[in-house]
């Protein structure tokens, strides 16, 4: 058969491969090289998957659990270990499973895709323009600037719609739409979030470690724990990123930081009360100090109402339960995420009822499939978004009829 693949990212690569060692394939891309995107994954490092389970990917898969059920079966993150093995890339386990090259140069993941695709024609600097199907001949065409071609399958890799200078810019939701799939509204996910008040910027870079960020979204409860930190509009960082991809599709959203998750409120009361004793004659600025940074402990005695230069042993009974509460719950007021072009991924796009879940061929329109992040599937960090790259390639190659 002779099939195209639209994207020469992560899933567009590894279906190339895959569907290369039986039929005659062609891939375009728009860049001028392949995987762009790729280059960039994991700080220039690419954790291309993660050393866990099913269960465990399934987990850290926000949007498509059910439908990615069936592709992580036939492809595991151990398989995407051993593919990457066998061609010659060592690969290591870092903290929370994820894995890196040896090398950590993301180049290298790069390159043993190519290797892998070395029997496909890769067309570079060749955008697709349109895709249709002829039903007279029983064919799809894609024409691109530089002409026009026929295949017998077409697969769309285009993947999502952020960081478009890697070449993804949505071009798949348009191709999908021209079939009657229906898109699900995109919105950025693993994405910093944008907060009202104005004294996020004064915090700009500080960082928090071990505290736990609270939120309410349309009134589910969310709590993560670990680091995260200030940005000149909001906050950031891992457990900010996190929280992005579960609030992006709600209407109100609540958020608090919890400084000390550790203690429980009655552990933390004993704490400042034996504290307030103890440095009776210090500042509270010093005082504050030994809960926060500085400058966030600045911030939290501003909306306290409670001077720097305040004496420890000036503050009263009411102030200190204050204290204690904020330093439990303290408010964020959310504006929004930061822009889609700023997610690490994009969250929504080809509704997962339209494809087949084993082949990840359209239900619409035979001899279509689309695969990689141009599908409503988003997960968390952790090399799970290539994860389901590979594993819907994968899944697209092997049932390919
Ligand atoms: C900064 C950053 C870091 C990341 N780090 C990680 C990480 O460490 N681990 C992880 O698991 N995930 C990571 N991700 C997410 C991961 O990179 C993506 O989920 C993954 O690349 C999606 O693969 P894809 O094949 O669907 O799409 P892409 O890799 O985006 O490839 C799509 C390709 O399609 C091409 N294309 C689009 N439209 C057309 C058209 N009309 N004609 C021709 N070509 C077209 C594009 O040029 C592009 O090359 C990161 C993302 C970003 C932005």
């Known amino acids: ?83 990457f093995e066998q061609l010659g890339l060592k690969t290591k386990t870092e903290r929370g499973g ?28 060749e955008q697709v323009d349109d895709l249709h199907y ?51 509204p995109i919105k950025p996910a693993l994405a910093p979030i944008e907060i009202e008040e104005q004294f996020v910027n004064q915090l700009q870079g500080v960082s928090l470690k071990n505290v736990s960020l609270n939120g309410v979204a349309d009134g589910k409860k969310l709590s993560f724990f670990g680091e995260m930190l200030f940005t000149d509009k909001g906050i950031s960082g891992p457990i900010s990123l996190t929280m992005s991809s579960y609030i992006n599709r709600a209407e109100n959203v609540e958020l608090s930081i919890d400084f000390k998750p550790a203690l429980t409120m009655e552990m933390l009361e004993k704490r400042v009360l034996k504290d307030v004793q103890e440095l009776s004659n210090k500042t509270m600025g010093t005082f504050v100090c030994s809960y926060l940074p500085k400058s966030v402990g600045k911030v939290l005695l501003q909306r306290l109402g409670i001077d720097i230069q305040q004496k420890v042993n000036g503050l009263t009974a009411a102030k200190r339960e204050e204290f204690v509460q904020l330093l439990k719950s303290f408010s964020l007021k959310f504006k929004r ?23 990840m061929e359209s239900k619409l329109q035979k001899g279509l499939y689309f695969i990689g992040e141009v599908l409503d599937v988003d997960c968390l960090t952790g090399g799970y978004n290539l994860t389901t790259a590979f594993a819907t390639a994968y899944a697209c190659a092997v049932n390919m009829k």
């Open 1 to 83: 058969m002779r099939i195209a693949i639209i994207g020469c990212g992560a899933s567009g690569l590894f279906a190339g491969g895959l569907l290369s060692q039986q039929h005659e394939v062609t891939i375009f891309d728009k860049n001028e090289k392949c995987g762009k995107k790729l280059y960039i994954t994991g700080k220039g490092r690419c954790n291309f998957t993660n050393n866990c389970s099913k269960e465990q990917f399934l987990e850290n898969t926000i949007n498509g659990k059910k439908f990615m059920y069936s592709a992580i079966s036939q492809l595991s993150p151990q398989n995407i270990i051993d593919f």
């Open 98 to 125: 994820r894995v890196f090259p040896v090398s950590d140069k993301s180049s290298d993941v790069i390159k043993s895709l190519q290797k892998f695709c070395s029997k496909c024609q890769i067309k570079l600097n």
């Open 134 to 184: 002829v039903s007279s001949e029983n064919l799809f065409k894609i024409s691109t600037k530089k002409g026009v071609y026929f295949f017998d399958r077409v697969v769309v890799a285009t993947g999502g719609q952020s960081y478009s200078s890697t070449g993804s810019s949505g071009d798949g939701y348009k191709f999908a739409k021209a079939f009657g799939h229906k898109i699900i």
């Open 337 to 359: 995420l930061y822009p889609l072009e700023s997610g690490i991924v994009t969250s929504g796009g080809v509704g997962l009822d339209q494809i087949n879940p084993k082949t």
